[in-house]
């Protein structure tokens, strides 16, 4: 077992998918990891998938047109088996062939951009899943490391400037542009990596959830090279 997560209580550690489904956020624990050592070879599917955009979408089609080595087919029917789980629990994933995401800047004081620490908001009872196969992975920080953008003075005052609007709807346009889900590093804040291979269970913003969501962000990827990523 991977002491960086077992020795973190923002981080619950199972074993089986089952119990990823099963295991309740609670306290300060807010992420979820079903700790898996992959086998196969995931940079040969990266290398045969055709980038149509910066971000694609690889359907399951895409997949099994591939023809692939031994290593090759058992990475595929490792995500594929991920998909049949996770659709068969009424999820939505999807496969991500990954140049890098588009960056926000309309503003040089705030970002809403994946880059930025965020949390994902959802008006129906939900959890985000992903699993980084190969490439860059995704990090998380816990909930008090973190300062929410629009609570830091020099930035809410430059909001207020650019809403100009009745303070009565001050808050409704923060929420209305995603400005209050996007967060801030504290001095010495230590996040952590996700790493390739696991698949995580983060907490959502919704009016159901009992615990803080779960505040993450994409990574900046490694020069020359794709991420593949199966995310919902």
């Known amino acids: ?5 077992s020795d973190n209580s923002q981080v619950g550690i199972v074993s089986t998918f089952d ?23 995931f940079k040969e599917i990266v ?7 910066n971000v694609t979408d690889v359907s399951i089609e895409d997949l099994l047109t591939l023809t692939l080595s031994p290593e090759g087919s058992m990475a595929r029917d490792i995500i594929l088996n991920d998909f049949n789980l996770l659709t068969d629990l009424g999820a939505l994933p999807t496969l991500n062939l990954l ?20 949390v994902d908001r959802s008006p129906i009872a939900a959890d985000t899943f992903l699993c980084t196969y190969h490439g860059a992975a995704s990090d998380i920080i816990p909930n008090d490391q973190v300062e929410q953008k629009v609570l830091i003075p020099e930035i809410r005052q430059k909001l207020q400037d650019l809403y100009k609007g009745p303070a009565a709807g001050f808050e409704r346009f923060l929420k209305e542009n995603f400005f209050d889900l996007h967060y ?12 390739q291979g ?5 907490a ?24 593949l990523l199966l995310i919902c």
């Open 19 to 41: 119990e990823l489904i099963n295991t309740r956020f609670e306290g300060a624990m807010n992420a979820i990891c079903w700790q898996r050592s992959l086998i196969g070879d």
């Open 99 to 118: 140049k890098h995401y588009e960056r926000d800047e309309e503003f040089d004081f705030i970002s809403t951009d994946v880059y930025s620490f965020h």
């Open 47 to 53: 290398t045969k998938l055709q980038l149509k955009e």
């Open 198 to 202: 696991h698949l995580w269970k983060l």
């Open 184 to 195: 801030q590093s504290k001095p010495n804040a230590d996040s952590l990596n996700l790493g």
């Open 204 to 227: 959502v913003d919704h009016p159901e959830q009992k615990v803080l969501p779960c505040v993450h962000r994409a990574p900046m990827e490694n020069e020359g090279e794709y991420r």
């Open 1 to 5: 077992m991977n002491s960086k997560f």
